[in-house]
């Protein structure tokens, strides 16, 4: 049964990577040379966030791969949409082994929503690097990419200066 639903969520993810696969960062700034987390991997690790429509995006790296995730305080776990799924999948970072099954979750709104947990391989910030990382697909194209509590509570003592855009991690 878990392999028939691993099919049916790869063939439903490479359906909607003929019209939508993309990756984040996207947009006019794409050229743009990133800030560089400072920090060792044994002291602290100071990342640049970038401050987005009312949110805070971090770069981050996911199996490898670079991204911009919300970080998000009040989501649960890390969340990626069918469109980062597929582009994950495609380059070969995700694959049918790493999905666990199906959770329902309730969204900031108060309805509840299925997604696809999965096992992310790595999430890395700066020189801080997580392994084996439980994390849900949404079925949405056009979900956000969230940086929930059940990776940052992981990386242990995070601090926020919203003056500078800056997160450490300690």
Do not use: W
Request: glycine fraction near 8%; hydrophobic fraction near 40%; charged fraction near 25%.
């Amino acid at each position: 049964m878990k392999k028939i639903f691993c099919i049916l969520v790869l063939v439903a993810l490479t359906a909607f990577s003929f019209n939508a696969c993309r990756h984040r960062p996207s947009g006019p700034d794409d050229n743009k040379t990133p800030d560089r987390p400072r920090g060792g991997a044994r002291g602290k690790c100071v990342v640049k966030m970038e401050k987005e429509g009312g949110v805070y995006h971090v770069p981050c790296k996911i199996n490898g791969m670079e991204m911009k995730f919300i970080f998000d305080t009040g989501a649960s776990d890390i969340t990626i949409s069918l469109v980062e799924a597929m582009y994950l999948f495609k380059q070969g970072k995700l694959g049918v082994e790493d999905f666990i099954g199906i959770q329902e979750y309730q969204i900031a709104d108060g309805s509840i929503s299925e997604g696809t947990l999965i096992r992310l391989h790595t999430v890395e910030i700066c020189s801080k690097k997580l392994t084996d990382v439980r994390a849900s697909i949404v079925h949405s194209t056009q979900a956000p990419l969230l940086l929930g509590q059940s990776a940052l509570a992981k990386f242990g003592k995070i601090s926020l200066d919203y003056k500078k855009n800056e997160i450490t991690f300690e």
